[in-house]
């Protein structure tokens, strides 16, 4: 059975730095894409960040390019974020999602999310 | 970027019945289109991709459809399980997005 858990969601200050986890298991990681995905209290889903599966190469949209980054550990089965400079803005629950890298690429699987809250 | 539209945020329907959820791309996407389903305290999960394909476990009773901008998922005789959110995605280009939801609620 698929299974991805993230951890290490929490308060912190704005223009201060978070590092999320994601362990994953049920699967053979290293075969696999990986992405992250928020959404924000009240708001829809917005993709964040996608990894390739050697970690070579690395996806952002506009929003966080530059402040956060993307990495993995195949040896663990652990997917990483990196947030810098965090903004309020970046209030939401993260999701780790499998990525499936048809063209652009979708989710087959999420995990159940960790909250991050940007506040003073 | 391509702007996903999900037109009803709310539709409220009864078990037995059959509902569509729209949705519209700002651009055509060809068939590069996923829906997902989100009930409280469950992760989301991956219904149909590709604008028609079924993933593996979704119910018969689920479908989807359209090409271009246009698309649509179909629920034949809901099921109480059925009843949540549901978010269309295109995958036809970075940065990949998604429409604003649909929450189905029991009527």
């Known amino acids: 059975e698929v299974q991805l858990v993230e951890s290490g969601g929490g308060l912190v200050q704005p223009g201060r730095s978070l590092k999320l986890s994601c362990a994953a298991s049920g699967f053979t990681f290293s075969n696999y894409y990986m992405a992250w995905v928020r959404q924000a209290p009240k708001k829809g889903l917005e993709w964040v960040a996608t990894i390739s599966t050697s970690g070579s190469r690395t996806y952002y949209p506009d929003s966080v390019k530059g402040r956060f980054t993307i990495s993995r550990d195949n040896a663990k089965s652990s997917l990483y974020l990196q947030m810098n400079s965090l903004k309020s803005e970046d209030t939401a629950t993260y999701y780790c999602?499998?990525?499936?890298?048809?063209?652009?690429?979708?989710?087959?699987?999420w995990g159940q999310g960790v909250m991050v809250t940007v506040s003073s | 970027d391509v702007q996903m539209t999900q037109s009803l945020s709310y539709l409220a329907a009864s078990p037995g019945e059959s509902v569509s959820i729209s949705c519209k791309a700002s651009?055509?996407?060809?068939?590069?289109l996923a829906w997902y389903q989100q009930k409280p305290g469950e992760a989301y999960k991956l219904l149909i991709y590709s604008g028609s394909t079924l993933q593996s476990g979704t119910p018969s009773r689920f479908s989807g459809s359209g090409s271009g901008t246009d698309f649509t998922l179909t629920i034949r005789s809901l099921e109480p399980e059925d009843f949540g959110l549901y978010y269309c995605q295109q995958y036809y280009e970075k940065p990949l997005t998604f429409g604003s939801g649909t929450k189905l609620e029991i009527k």
């Open positions: 999602a499998r990525h499936i890298a048809t063209r652009g690429g979708y989710f087959d699987y």
């Open positions: 651009k055509s996407i060809s068939n590069y």
